[in-house]
């Protein structure tokens, strides 16, 4: 493998405790209470909606390194979760989370054939 195993444990934990934190720090920010000024609330509701989106992304990408580490306790990791190749080295370097070998990244992201 391109890195030794507990190289790469030490990277999803340091990135999950990273994650965690931000996560911790979103919520945080948006249990503070809402301005008097109602103007001022509006813009506050908008940020609460991008704060929304950043903290969704987190929390994904908080379940993707869980799941790479489980593959990587069960010996699986760096192995596509769909057809069982090896997952090309230059795509772990790139998205050391994927599950899934390029062939069948695009094949599970590629749009639907358009009716005619």
Request: charged share 35%.
């Amino acid at each position: 493998m391109m890195q030794d195993i507990a190289t790469i444990r030490g990277r999803f934990a340091a990135r999950l405790e990273q994650l965690e934190a931000q996560v911790r720090h979103l919520e945080a920010s948006q249990r503070e209470p809402l301005d008097d000024d109602f103007s001022d609330q509006a813009i506050e509701r908008a940020d609460d909606e991008a704060i929304d989106a950043v903290e969704r992304a987190a929390l994904r990408e908080m379940s993707a390194t869980r799941q790479a580490l489980a593959r990587l306790d069960a010996g699986r990791y760096g192995i596509c979760t769909r057809c069982g190749a090896p997952i090309d080295a230059r795509r772990l370097e790139a998205i050391p989370t994927a599950a899934h070998c390029i062939d069948c990244e695009r094949e599970l992201g590629a749009p639907a054939p358009a009716s005619r």
